[in-house]
């Protein structure tokens, strides 16, 4: 899939649309990302609505060649004073027909980039399922395991499980 990651600054309601979609195919496939089943489009679509226009953080969206919405990453700034080294990824998400063509390694490329090079951090952070698809695509990526919190947050399905809160360093050059 020809594929084009951007910065999403203006969404459009087309946006908003194609992002609440995005959110309930991630769920509905079982993916742990702070919703539960059964997720209205219209409510995962006003999530997006209102957590967008954040001045810490900062979105992009993979779109496909007719410029649909397929995957999504974001990153969050620690607005603290003693933290602007630090931040978090959330969000890395991609549509399930879009899926195993690379675009995730590319939605998390582009957020470490902007993480180490843009904000110049040294430390970001983020948690996952724990054994979830995406918990060996962070390893293999570089991310280390800094700990598992039991019973930190339920499945799409109501069900209690672990997450596991990684890290990403770079010292300073
Ligand atoms: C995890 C997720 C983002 C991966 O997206 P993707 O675009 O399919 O990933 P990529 O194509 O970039 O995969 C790169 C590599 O990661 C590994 N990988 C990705 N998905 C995997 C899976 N389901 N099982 C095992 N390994 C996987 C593979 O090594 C893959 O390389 P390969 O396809 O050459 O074997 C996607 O499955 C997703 O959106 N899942 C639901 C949401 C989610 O769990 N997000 C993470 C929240 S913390």
Redesign the pocket.
């Known amino acids: 899939m020809t594929a084009t990651i951007s910065l999403l600054s203006e969404p459009s309601d087309a946006d908003l649309d194609a992002l609440g979609a995005l959110l309930v195919d991630?769920v509905e496939?079982?993916?742990?990302?702070g919703f539960l089943l059964p997720l209205p489009r219209e409510e995962a679509r006003a999530w997006w609505r209102e957590t967008l226009p954040d001045p810490w953080t900062q979105t992009w969206v993979a779109r496909d060649g007719g410029g649909a919405v397929v995957?999504t990453v974001r990153l969050s700034r620690a607005s603290k004073a003693n933290s602007r080294h630090r931040g978090e990824v959330?969000?890395?998400?991609?549509?399930?027909r879009?899926?195993?063509?690379?675009?995730?390694?590319?939605?998390?490329e582009t957020a470490e980039r902007a993480a180490f090079d843009e904000h110049a951090m040294r430390l970001v952070l983020?948690?996952?399922?724990t054994d979830?698809?995406?918990q060996?695509?962070?390893l293999?990526r570089g991310w280390s395991v800094v700990g598992v919190i039991a019973d930190y947050a339920a499945t799409p399905y109501g069900d209690p499980a672990a997450t596991t809160i990684m890290e990403l360093r770079r010292s300073q050059p």
């Open positions: 991630v496939g079982g993916a742990s990302v995957g959330s969000k890395l998400m991609v549509a399930r879009a899926r195993r063509q690379g675009l995730a390694s590319r939605l998390m983020l948690d996952t399922e979830s698809p995406a060996p695509f962070y293999e």
